[in-house]
């Protein structure tokens, strides 16, 4: 089973960001043939500042080789180095009515916030078809918020397929459906739109302090308190055992445990969980020939596909 996706730059790694992605990606190079892409040209559409998008595209390697993104289970590349993506996203443009476009909400949402649309942003869900079709993903796991694109793609290969002859896989989207939403320090869903993150690479005093900021509500030390309405609880649960959060949980209700001692506590199971990612990443950093080779050999595994492809899409629309 063929398995891809792709994943934006996205500046610094929270929390929510582990859990949500991160931790599903490396969960999944062991259920297939793994192909992971980081989407340079979709960040395009957001990023326009060269040296920002190349320091943030070689950051998610580095991140997610750290947090245990396998390169002999994972073929880990950069999207532009696939050049064939763009040639089919062409080919598939020219199938795609403007209306199909006009209905994703990604699109919808951000014409609501007033964005100006460039024709890139409009035309996202095609170049995404592209990068799926090209290395004929099977499996795609998504969040939620991209399973409409993924029914694009369906629609295009289908549409393609009628049209000209069988040439495209049909994707399957994996919905993450039972990944819990990562609260915040402020209780909100933990973004960097919202500066309410806990870096997973943050260390020290500054990592120290934002703990320390957590919302809680205002118990006193004594008083009872109640563990599934609060913040600092909700982040232990990510980190602890079982054992280890039935027995805070009981401190909690039992009265005499204050919430600076419950956020200590949350800062150690946060430290002794990303300690080794950290090391790992700053051995990554100084050996970035490694890291560079990494995306080298992703990037020829998932050409040898994508060639493949676009010979056979060449062909049946009549370029060659
Ligand atoms: P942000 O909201 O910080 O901008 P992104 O939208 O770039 O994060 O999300 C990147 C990935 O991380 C997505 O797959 C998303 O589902 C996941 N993710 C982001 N925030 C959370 C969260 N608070 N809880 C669970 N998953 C999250
Ligand atoms: N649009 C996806 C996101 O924002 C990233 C992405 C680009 C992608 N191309 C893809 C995901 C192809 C899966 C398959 O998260």
């Known amino acids: 089973m063929r398995i891809l996706t792709g994943i934006q730059p996205s500046g610094k790694l929270h929390i929510g960001n582990y859990f949500g992605a991160i931790k599903p990606a490396v969960e999944l190079q062991s259920q ?7 989407a340079n040209y979709h960040a395009m559409t957001t990023v326009q500042d060269g040296a920002l998008l190349k320091g943030m595209t070689t950051d998610v390697a580095l991140d997610y080789l750290a947090c245990g993104i396998d390169p002999e289970k994972t073929a880990l590349y950069r999207q532009s180095e696939l050049p064939e993506v763009q040639e089919l996203a062409w080919m598939l443009s020219t199938l795609c009515p403007m209306g199909l476009l006009e209905r994703c909400h990604s699109y919808k949402d951000k014409m609501a916030k007033g964005f100006s649309p460039s024709h890139g942003l409009f035309a996202y869900p095609v170049l995404m078809a592209a990068d799926i079709l090209a290395v004929q993903g099977e499996v795609v796991p998504v969040g939620k918020d991209q399973k409409q694109h993924v029914e694009v793609t369906r629609d295009l290969a289908t549409k393609f397929n009628n049209t000209y002859g069988e040439v495209f896989t049909i994707p399957e ?21 919202y500066d309410n993150t806990i870096e997973i690479f943050m260390e020290g005093k500054p990592l120290k302090k934002r703990v320390m900021k957590i919302v809680t509500d205002s118990k006193e030390m004594e008083d009872p308190k109640d563990p599934e309405s609060d913040n600092v609880f909700a982040l232990y649960k990510l980190l602890a055992t079982e054992a280890e959060q039935a027995d805070l949980a009981e401190r909690y209700r039992a009265g005499g445990l204050g919430y600076g001692h419950a956020k200590t506590e949350l800062l150690n199971k946060i430290n002794e969980h990303f300690a080794p990612m950290r090391e790992k990443r700053a051995e990554l950093v100084n050996d970035m ?19 493949e492809t676009l010979q056979k899409a060449r062909q049946a629309v009549g370029l060659e």
């Open 289 to 307: 020939d490694y890291v560079e080779d990494v995306l080298k050999k992703g990037a020829v595994k998932a050409s040898v596909l994508a060639r």
């Open 173 to 193: 989207p994996s919905i993450r459906e039972n990944v819990a939403v990562v609260p915040g320090i402020d209780g909100q869903k933990m973004s960097k739109s």
């Open 32 to 38: 297939g043939d793994a192909y992971i892409f980081i």
